[in-house]
């Protein structure tokens, strides 16, 4: 009975968004919608929504998320082809936008498992599930993984499910056994929610240990970027005090 009251609960709240973005189209109900039928694995209605919406919104930032989520559509559809072009597409198109970041952080997952598509897949699954708050499921999801070629993302993905739990051991521990089963990778975001999470612990010295580090591995990178931007926080914070 519970279980039907929340499904009943989701399908009302799909159909209230469907309702919105025919009487007053919004990006910000597009993007809770689209989430919903990911979250549900109905693609198909996410690419076509997407479709349709294109003609409402003409920022060249909406057009650019569009694009995103299209892709985002394609690779949790299982199409990597279709996702990859459409990743490329957006950082060539609009390379200038904070987006073209997060698309960039795509393509370096599909890199990381192209010569094997079913782990690369499964990984795809374990962030759909943490993208549309499945948290369970994407724990139980990403330690099946930990063993295998992208057993780096694997963990990486399984520390932003336990930080979107608040579960701040558990997300430390995963880094941690990230660090000693694969301590050189190309997982750079994990070294940066390393740092993070120290600096929400106020462990100040140990961040800046991380970034630091990082900012001699990768100088003259986007990493790099946002290691030196965490470190003028730091900073920042040690003045006031």
Same mark, same amino acid.
């Given at each position: 009975m519970i279980l039907f009251i929340i499904l009943f609960s989701l399908?009302?709240?799909?159909?209230?968004?469907?309702?919105?973005?025919?009487?007053?189209?919004?990006?910000?109900?597009?993007?809770?919608?689209?989430?919903?039928?990911?979250a549900e694995g109905e693609y198909h209605k996410s690419m076509e929504l997407l479709k349709k919406c294109e003609r409402y919104f003409m920022k060249e930032a909406e057009k650019a998320l569009i694009a995103f989520?299209?892709?985002?559509?394609?690779?949790?559809?299982?199409?990597i082809v279709r996702a990859h072009d459409m990743f490329i597409r957006v950082v060539?198109?609009?390379?200038?936008?904070?987006?073209?970041?997060?698309?960039?952080? *795509? @393509?370096?997952?599909?890199?990381? /498992? +192209?010569?094997?598509?079913?782990q690369l897949k499964? %990984?795809?699954?374990?962030?759909?599930?943490?993208e549309t708050e499945q948290y369970p499921a994407a724990v139980d999801s990403a330690r099946r993984?930990?063993?295998t070629v992208v057993a780096p993302y694997a963990y990486y993905y399984l520390a932003l499910v336990y930080t979107a739990m608040d579960d701040v051991p558990q997300a430390l521990g995963a880094l941690t056994e990230m660090r000693n089963?694969?301590?050189v990778h190309s997982v750079y975001d994990a070294v940066l929610l390393e740092a993070d999470i120290y600096i *929400? @612990?106020?462990?100040?010295?140990? /961040? +800046?240990e991380i970034l630091?580090?990082?900012?001699? %591995?990768?100088?003259?990178?986007?990493?790099?970027?946002?290691?030196?931007?965490?470190l003028s926080s730091i900073d920042s914070s040690d003045l006031r005090e």
């Open positions: 399908q009302s709240r799909a159909d209230s968004l469907e309702n919105l973005m025919v009487q007053d189209p919004q990006i910000e109900t597009l993007v809770q919608l689209n989430r919903y039928y990911l989520e299209t892709g985002n559509a394609y690779m949790f559809a299982g199409d060539s198109t609009y390379p200038k936008l904070g987006i073209a970041n997060d698309v960039a952080d *795509r @393509l370096y997952l599909i890199e990381a /498992a +192209r010569d094997d598509t079913v499964r %990984l795809v699954n374990v962030v759909r599930l943490f993984l930990l063993k089963e694969h301590p *929400r @612990l106020d462990r100040r010295r140990e /961040a +800046r630091e580090d990082l900012i001699v %591995l990768r100088p003259n990178t986007i990493y790099a970027l946002r290691a030196r931007q965490r």
